[in-house]
């Protein structure tokens, strides 16, 4: 009976490891991912479930084997003990060399996507020059396009609401912004996700791989529309961008004329 019982609390855990062994085959995984940074965020990730599947696997096996070892009928007396330094070192040092090791391990990953020193330099969107500012109030995205003099917050500007268009293999910085309270910019197939916070102008860069139209969520609780915050980042080509720019701006300059 107590081998059963064992058996059956190893199940759960066995059932558990082989859900997410096989998820990505019944496509309970992740979004496909279309951004240069993406795969190294998901090895990260990868690196990261590891070192807990391992810790998972090993404390469910001690378990299991505590629970057929110890349930037996027995006559000794219970130990009890009143702590021991020793052990409370052990256990405190292995996590926090486990800590130590994902810090260091996603340095380099980290300061690319979000320190000043990992942005874009070459090409034709910069931090001095983004491709726009990315607006996100209750509950909307807007973005706003510099217009011809390729200067932002002057009278050319143009102003596109829920989509945000931008050419594919190329990077793209853009400033984030927000009308009201935090909100969050996350296009879960570029792997990026960024605060938008009131009163601040961040910058955001990512570079798309893939052609297509991917949703813009809004990844901060942001009161009670929070939940159809939603928007669109369409990854088009450079030809493509600069006639829906053309198109923005006859639209935007034509007083309803079209
Ligand atoms: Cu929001």
Redesign the pocket.
């Known amino acids: 009976m107590r081998l059963i019982a064992s058996l059956l609390l190893l199940a759960v855990p066995i059932l558990g490891v082989y859900t997410f062994m096989t998820a990505a085959d019944h496509d309970w995984w992740f979004p496909p991912a279309y951004s240069t940074f993406a795969p190294d965020i998901d090895w990260l990730f990868d690196f990261i479930m590891y070192m807990v599947a391992f810790t998972f696997i090993v404390t469910e096996v001690a378990l299991a084997w505590f629970v057929f070892k110890y349930s037996a009928k027995r006559n000794d007396k219970g130990v009890f003990t009143h702590g021991s330094h020793k052990l409370e070192m052990i256990w405190t040092a292995i996590p926090a060399v486990a800590l130590l090791v994902i810090a260091f391990t996603q340095m380099e990953t980290f300061a690319k996507i979000k320190f000043a020193s990992g942005f874009p330099t070459q090409g034709r969107f910069t931090r001095e020059k983004p491709i726009a500012q990315v607006w996100?109030s209750?509950?909307d995205w807007r973005t706003r396009y510099p217009g011809d003099d390729g200067v932002l917050g002057t009278v050319d500007d143009l102003e596109a609401s829920y989509e945000f268009v931008v050419p594919v293999n190329e990077d793209i910085v853009f400033e984030l912004r927000s009308r009201d309270?935090i909100?969050?910019w996350f296009v879960p197939e570029f792997r990026l996700k960024q605060d938008a916070l009131p009163g601040h102008t961040i910058p955001v860069w990512f570079n798309a791989t893939k052609e297509g139209s991917y949703d813009l969520v809004?990844a901060?609780l942001?009161?009670w529309g929070?939940y159809k915050?939603s928007g669109r980042v369409r990854v088009v080509s450079a030809q493509e961008f600069d006639a829906y720019q053309a198109d923005l701006k006859a639209k935007w300059f034509s007083n309803g004329k079209e």
Do not use: P
Request: with cysteine; proline share 0%.
């Open positions: 996100a209750q509950f309270v909100h969050s809004c901060e942001c009161g929070h915050m």
